[in-house]
């Protein structure tokens, strides 16, 4: 019985020590290692204030498609906007061709690449809070730092990954629709959004049902990407998607956002893990 005693205190001096070296050691590492690639993200968004001076520089992106040539063009990036975009359009029916550009006093944010940008910042916030100097007492202040920069950087990602669903109406209300010069036709929707690593451009050509059709006319939800035969209501007419045309280009820095994300969470879950080894065995060996 004695023998079985001291095993047990040594085991328990053994575990004590090796979790004390986790909390004043390993954590504060870790945590520099996710500021630093966190703070690399934060860089690939090229914004101001990101230590950087200057203006923002400008990228431009060329417009393409596997599946069609009908529309082409280039989409110039300035941080979290659109400074300038250049767009030709193939009609289907008669390949009259149609060009549009951003006005040169507007530009369009990309509320995705800001949101994210600010989530990145917050989670860096977080981990800035608890320097070298911070001693974390319990597994329970980790896990709970831990869980708050996982939400922030699962939210930069989502933001990136998931865009938000519109319903045409919502499309053909958006500023969007009115920075180009000259204006765009009243049977064309236009919309810009973010997937993944991609910057994506969708037109949309309309025609106006007839209000002696015998179509059954049902008001199309919210969605990423519309199909034609899609239907909706604007002003006083009724009016169907017959062609969609989706374009995109990669954004190379998007990719490696999206990469130090996912880096970031691992070493998030790892640490997480480790301090659950220590907590299953207080919780099943009281001392």
Same mark, same amino acid.
């Given at each position: 019985?004695? +023998?079985?005693?001291? !095993? /047990? !205190? *040594?085991?328990? !001096?053994? @575990?004590?020590?090796?979790?004390?070296?986790?909390?004043?050691?390993?954590?504060? *590492?870790? =945590?520099?290692?996710?500021?630093?690639? =966190?703070?690399?993200?934060?860089?690939?968004?090229?914004?101001?204030?990101?230590? /950087?001076?200057?203006? /923002?520089?400008?990228?431009?992106?060329? @417009?393409?498609?596997?599946?069609?040539?009908?529309?082409?063009?280039? =989409? +110039? @990036? &300035?941080?979290? *906007?659109?400074?300038?975009?250049?767009v030709n359009l193939k009609m289907p029916r008669n390949n009259q061709l149609l060009h549009f550009a951003f006005r040169e006093d507007k530009q369009w944010k990309l509320q995705?690449?800001?949101?994210?940008?600010?989530?990145?910042?917050?989670?860096? %916030?977080?981990? $800035?809070?608890?320097?070298e100097s911070y001693q974390f007492r319990t597994g329970a202040e980790v896990l709970k730092l831990m869980d708050a920069v996982m939400l922030q950087l699962t939210r930069a990602r989502n933001r990136l990954t998931t865009p938000a669903t519109l319903t045409l109406p919502e499309i053909a209300a958006s500023g969007l629709t009115r920075m180009f010069a000259p204006a765009l036709p009243s049977d064309l929707l236009v919309n810009? #959004?973010?997937?993944?690593?991609? @910057?994506?451009? /969708?037109? %949309?050509?309309?025609?106006?049902?007839?209000p002696n059709s015998t179509?059954?006319?049902? +008001? !199309?939800?919210? $969605?990423?990407?519309?199909?034609?035969? *899609?239907?909706?209501e604007w002003g006083a007419q009724r009016l169907e998607v017959s062609h969609v045309h989706k374009v995109e280009c990669v954004i190379p820095w998007l990719n490696d956002a999206l990469v130090f994300f996912t880096v970031s969470l691992q070493l998030c879950? &790892?640490?997480?893990?480790?301090?659950?080894?220590?907590?299953? #065995?207080?919780? #099943?060996?009281?001392?």
């Open positions: 019985m004695a +023998t079985v005693v001291a !095993a /047990t !205190a *040594a085991e328990r !001096a053994v @575990l004590e020590e090796e979790f004390r070296w986790l909390l004043q050691d390993e954590v504060h *590492a870790v =945590l520099r290692q996710l500021q630093d690639i =966190l703070k690399e993200a934060s860089l690939r968004f090229s914004l101001p204030g990101s230590g /950087t001076e200057g203006p /923002t520089k400008q990228e431009n992106f060329i @417009l393409g498609s596997c599946g069609t040539d009908q529309v082409k063009g280039v =989409l +110039t @990036l &300035q941080g979290d *906007a659109l400074s300038q975009a250049d995705q690449i800001q949101d994210a940008r600010n989530h990145v910042s917050q989670a860096i %916030y977080l981990l $800035a809070n608890r320097d810009v #959004y973010i997937s993944l690593n991609k @910057l994506c451009l /969708t037109v %949309y050509q309309l025609h106006a049902l007839q179509k059954n006319f049902r +008001t !199309a939800g919210g $969605a990423v990407l519309h199909s034609p035969g *899609a239907m909706f879950q &790892q640490l997480k893990d480790k301090i659950s080894v220590f907590s299953s #065995y207080w919780s #099943y060996r009281p001392f």
